[in-house]
């Protein structure tokens, strides 16, 4: 078997609201998918990490510079392809885009291997730990309008989230450390003193700013507090680490098990996040869990994106090791962006239902079954919403 063709599908729509996280404000949803042909017409599908034009970069990078070193390749030489690619970029780019774009090529390979012995991804990785994992709703995104109006919008939506069956809420913060905490406030406000919620800063803060807000969290009994600094500094992340009795969680901008090994050697996190879509595949994520559970580390995966992202992650998250282990293990659970979603909602010729299950299943969502990453994408749909840039 070989490697025919590898394309970029970048996807693109206008959402029915602007929103926004720390750093920016944003009025479309895209998506950047990887489809990987065979010559015995196996056909595998991945995600590549990175909005807007940064997906249009990326896709470049996928079509022009890696297709052309793996085509003819055998697919189920997974390990062989992924330090091809990255032995030759290596020179071009350790980190970043180079990356994003071999990590959707490489869950495109594994979602082949899968479907060439017709087992789903977790039975390849060694099998499932758990049938079902628990699933936390994030909503409270930030909007153009007075920090008094979203505190009141974001106790309403953080109510409605936990109403729907989540397991627990997450909320963006973003307007400085002072109306932050208010936002927080507003949070908990909404769900009460015994709903888990999260923080996620996307590394707004600076050292003594996230003190300040962390301090609040401790208050409010935030469960962690996502990337409140530069995922450089990893000094702060030590500081913070040591100084805040609220789980400090990060590691979505980290790439690679180079960039890990620094992350957990330096035990800034109590809670890590690698994004698979993003650190170099099914692959890499695969060295960096070990990486993480080598340091006690707990892990709950960063999801971001389409519905192939969402269903690779639940067949990882179905093959992690409980760390530790016992009769109640700790457990890791799906991240799942409750805002408006097209590329995860419409996306599969059989949608995974995120929302039905979570309300019918006290919060839990089943692992797919089928073979590779379990899911199938449906061709009219992707022809529908390609940007053509």
Wanted: overall charge negative; aromatic content about 8%.
């Amino acid at each position: 078997m070989k490697i025919t063709r590898v394309t970029s599908h970048v996807l693109r729509y206008d959402m029915p609201e602007r929103l926004g996280y720390s750093q920016q404000y944003y009025a479309q949803r895209t998506a950047h998918l990887i489809e990987v042909e065979t010559d015995d017409g196996v056909t595998g599908w991945g995600e590549c990490f990175g909005p807007g034009t940064i997906a249009l970069a990326n896709k470049a990078i996928v079509e022009r510079v890696i297709a052309p070193m793996i085509v003819g390749m055998d697919p189920m030489d997974r390990d062989v392809i992924w330090h091809k690619v990255y032995n030759l970029m290596r020179d071009h780019g350790q980190k970043g885009m180079p990356l994003q774009s071999l990590s959707g090529v490489d869950i495109a390979l594994w979602d082949i291997a899968g479907k060439v012995v017709n087992l789903p991804l977790h039975k390849l990785i060694g099998g499932a730990h758990r049938t079902s994992v628990p699933c936390y709703g994030y909503g409270m995104m930030l909007r153009e309008e007075s920090v008094a109006a979203l505190a009141d919008r974001f106790t309403d939506e953080a109510a409605a989230i936990k109403d729907a069956g989540f397991a627990a809420t997450k909320m963006k913060v973003g307007f400085g450390p002072k109306p932050d905490v208010r936002l927080c406030e507003a949070v908990r406000k909404g769900i009460g003193d015994d709903f888990r919620f999260m923080v996620d800063a996307n590394h707004a803060y600076t050292t003594s700013d996230a003190f300040y807000v962390g301090r609040a969290l401790e208050e409010l009994d935030a469960y962690w507090f996502e990337e409140p600094i530069a995922p450089e500094d990893l000094d702060g992340y030590r500081e913070l680490r040591a100084g805040l009795s609220v789980n400090i969680s990060g590691g979505e901008a980290e790439f690679n098990r180079w960039g890990w090994r620094a992350i957990l050697e330096n035990r800034g996190l109590d809670i890590a996040q690698p994004e698979v879509c993003a650190l170099g595949g099914v692959s890499e994520y695969l060295r960096v869990l070990a990486l993480c559970h080598a340091h006690f580390t707990p892990v709950i995966n960063h999801v971001w994106g389409s519905a192939i992202a969402v269903a690779t992650n639940l067949q990882l998250l179905a093959a992690m090791p409980p760390l530790p282990g016992g009769l109640h293990p700790w457990e890791p659970m799906l991240e799942f962006d409750t805002t408006d979603n097209k590329f995860r909602d419409q996306l599969l010729t059989q949608p995974l239902d995120i929302q039905g299950q979570v309300k019918a299943n006290a919060g839990r969502v089943a692992i797919p079954g089928g073979p590779g990453i379990g899911v199938q994408p449906d061709r009219e749909f992707i022809k529908h919403y390609t940007w053509d840039a």
